[in-house]
């Protein structure tokens, strides 16, 4: 399932206190940020919409920052979890993967990633309005910072991305279609009381709302496509490093007269994902 335990870029199979940090830090980030747009905290829009905190879940964009935060606790607990164990005892390390927390938050950990891309993408490409969408605080954080932050984790996070798991992330995108649906059958109506959540998805023309729907979770798949391809990068880099600094380690105790077997450092066995 990964290296749970720490970032992919450290050789030693102990819990780093800077890591520890990180998961700490990137938990309250997102907590802080989810607060916000929940509060409207840092938001210039003075206008007050119908109903608008209880319409807040409505939005795909907060269902990827819900999955963001929620993921981004899970990971502080369980490395924080990871500093009361040895790590040097195997066996309680296989069995750690086997905890149900760590199958979540691989669940929501790929979700959240590839969402936050998504979202990003999306807002900015097609729903961003200057005229209607003012350019505050909340709306950086809700599209912007979470793919930075995500983006950082992808590059840190020993968790793997797998192509398989891509429905995992179509699965959110087609149960998103779906209730959008029923949410405008029931009458549901956005923040500003229109009929329809994003200008796009209008269910008042429904074959279009289905086109749009089928294209948007095809769009799902070429973005977990293109994490994984960062993923397998990341594997890749990771690997040469590894390698290389192994090898110098090793010519380095051999010129001393050492033992070159135990070079200390990355070994064959410890890629991300492995």
């Given at each position: 399932?990964?290296?749970?335990g720490?970032?992919?870029?450290q050789?030693s ?8 940090l ?18 409207d ?7 007050h ?6 319409k ?19 990971a502080?607990?369980?490395v ?5 164990v ?7 390390q ?8 760590h199958?979540?938050?691989?669940v ?10 998504i979202?990003?993408?999306c807002?900015?490409?097609?729903v961003h309005?200057p ?18 932050l995500?983006l ?20 959110i ?6 209730f ?15 009929e329809s ?6 269910w ?9 729907s ?6 799902v798949?070429i973005?977990?496509?293109?994490v994984?391809?960062l ?26 007269g050492e033992d070159?077997i135990?070079?200390?450092?990355c ?8």
């Open positions: 399932m990964g290296r749970m720490g970032g992919i870029w050789t199979k102990q819990v780093k206190i800077i890591y520890l990180y998961r700490w830090l990137a938990a309250i980030l997102f907590l802080a940020v989810l607060s916000c747009s929940l509060l905290i840092g938001r210039s829009d003075t206008e919409y119908e109903h608008h905190y209880a807040w879940w409505i939005y795909l964009t907060h269902w990827a920052l819900l999955a963001c935060t929620l993921q981004a606790w899970l502080a607990w369980i924080t979890q990871g500093m009361m040895d790590r040097d005892d195997f066996e309680i296989r069995l750690a993967k086997t905890r149900i927390t199958r979540m938050y691989w929501l950990y790929t979700i959240a990633t590839v969402y936050s891309f979202v990003t993408i807002y900015w490409t097609i309005d005229e209607i969408n003012k350019l505050d605080a909340v709306n950086l954080m809700v599209h912007v910072l979470n793919s930075v995500m950082i984790d992808l590059a840190i996070v020993g968790q793997p991305i797998r192509l398989s798991h891509a429905y995992w992330t179509t699965g995108g087609v149960i998103y279609a779906i959008t649906g029923i949410y405008f059958l029931a009458g549901g109506t956005n923040r500003r009381n229109l959540i994003y200008p796009l998805l209008d008042r023309r429904p074959g279009k709302a289905i086109v749009i089928a294209c948007g979770i095809l769009f798949f973005v977990h496509l293109a994984f391809c993923y397998r990068l990341r594997v890749c880099l990771y690997t040469k490093v590894c390698i290389w600094s192994r090898n110098r380690r090793m010519k380095k105790m051999s010129s001393l070159p135990v070079a200390g450092g070994t064959k066995g410890e890629l991300p994902g492995a």
